[in-house]
């Protein structure tokens, strides 16, 4: 099974500045055939079912501000928040598509400092 | 509007069984692959299990294999899960979750996700 590690566990940072999340995984999740990495994040707030945020590693989901980008390839992905606004806190989960049984990180929750 | 509603948690005894159910809404169901999500309280997401577009291709979590069941009725725009054996560690709101495209693979990230129902397994 593909083991998600997921960095740091939690993460203040103040309104407006740049919040960078971590995501490891234990074996690629490139795949070759499309040269698309099969990873997606996502967002849940408290009190909410997860929203998806960016798949293939990088693609926004629609609707998704564009303050949201997603980056890596291969093992090593990052999720950042380029300027935190208050609606942004919540736990962000990454989770592998590219084999089954699909997996999740077990979550970075993100605060206001 | 795209929806996905589960139903059929409640509290069981350690041992016994329930079955859960996904009403969707506003897309093609029948095109789509569909899964299983839970989520222990207080803890992260644990995939549980995943159903291909036509009962073709399904997948468990090794925590729930041979003890669940996931099937789904095109006609009726229906998921299911039954569960057996129950264990005070399958306790978790459960969630019922929608593949982006539709693709013959049930490897796709999740884009529409219900409410969950809870399951409570307690003596």
């Known amino acids: 099974d593909i083991v998600l590690t997921q960095s740091p566990d939690s993460l203040a940072v103040s309104l407006g500045a740049r919040a960078t999340l971590n995501c490891k995984s234990s074996?690629?999740?490139?795949?070759?055939?499309?040269?698309?990495?099969?990873l997606a994040w996502y967002q849940q707030k408290p009190g909410q079912s997860p929203k998806l945020l960016i798949y293939?590693?990088?693609t926004r989901e629609s609707g998704v501000p564009d303050r949201f980008s997603g980056g890596g390839s291969g093992t090593d992905f990052t999720l950042t928040i380029s300027s935190l606004q208050a609606e942004d806190v919540a736990v962000y989960f990454c989770?592998?598509?590219?084999?089954?049984?699909?997996?999740f990180g077990g979550g970075t929750k993100v605060e206001i400092k | 509007e795209v929806q996905l509603v589960e139903s059929g948690g409640g509290l069981v005894q350690p041992g016994g069984s329930l079955r859960l159910s996904c009403a969707a809404s506003g897309f093609a169901f029948e095109d789509y692959a569909m899964h299983w999500v839970r989520q222990a309280p207080g803890k992260g997401l644990e995939w549980v299990s995943g159903?291909?577009?036509?009962?073709?291709?399904?997948a468990y979590a090794d925590s729930v294999k041979g003890r669940f069941t996931i099937s789904r009725d095109n006609a009726k725009k229906s998921l299911y899960l039954q569960m057996h054996s129950l264990g005070v560690e399958d306790t978790a709101l459960y969630y019922c979750?929608?593949?982006?495209?539709?693709?013959?693979?049930?490897?796709?990230?999740?884009?529409?996700w219900g409410p969950g129902t809870m399951v409570t397994v307690s003596s």
């Open positions: 979750a929608k593949d982006r495209l539709p693709t013959v693979a049930a490897l796709d990230a999740f884009n529409i």
């Open positions: 293939w590693a990088s």
């Open positions: 159903i291909n577009w036509n009962n073709g291709g399904i």
């Open positions: 989770q592998q598509h590219y084999s089954s049984p699909l997996t």
């Open positions: 074996q690629s999740v490139l795949h070759s055939p499309t040269n698309k990495n099969y």
